[in-house]
């Protein structure tokens, strides 16, 4: 079993930085990919950012240039660096790990950009 625990979050003014990180435990398979959705009230869960194993990392185009996902392969922990908020980025954001066809997810943890 795979576990995900998230950290980070909280609530920000437009234009400010928050910072996730996402640390995982259990049986994992180095050749994962690792990465971070989100879900805003009434809407779908979304990719935010995902980095592969020793691969490079991709956005979603309403993130780049602002987001950056980085990962320590010795921790088994993936970050999300988060700046330039903007109320369009609130929501309950997701850590994921992807093995084949094992998708995992942490809890959740909320980002409130508000005035």
């Known amino acids: 079993q795979v576990q995900l625990v998230e950290s980070g979050g909280g609530t920000v003014q437009p234009g400010g930085s928050l910072s996730l990180s996402c640390a995982a435990s259990?049986?994992?398979?180095?050749?994962?990919?690792m990465g971070w959705y989100r879900q805003a009230p009434g809407r779908g869960r979304e990719l935010v950012a995902r980095?592969?194993?020793?691969?490079?990392?991709n956005y979603a185009d309403s993130v780049k240039g602002r987001f950056r996902i980085s990962r320590n392969y010795a921790n088994k922990t993936v970050y999300l660096q988060m700046n330039n908020l903007q109320l369009a980025d609130t929501a309950v954001y997701y850590c994921?790990?992807?093995?084949?066809?094992?998708?995992?997810w942490g809890q959740g943890t909320q980002v409130t950009v508000s005035t």
């Open positions: 994921n790990l992807l093995f084949g066809t094992a998708n995992y």
């Open positions: 259990g049986s994992i398979f180095s050749r994962n990919t």
């Open positions: 980095i592969p194993y020793g691969g490079l990392p």
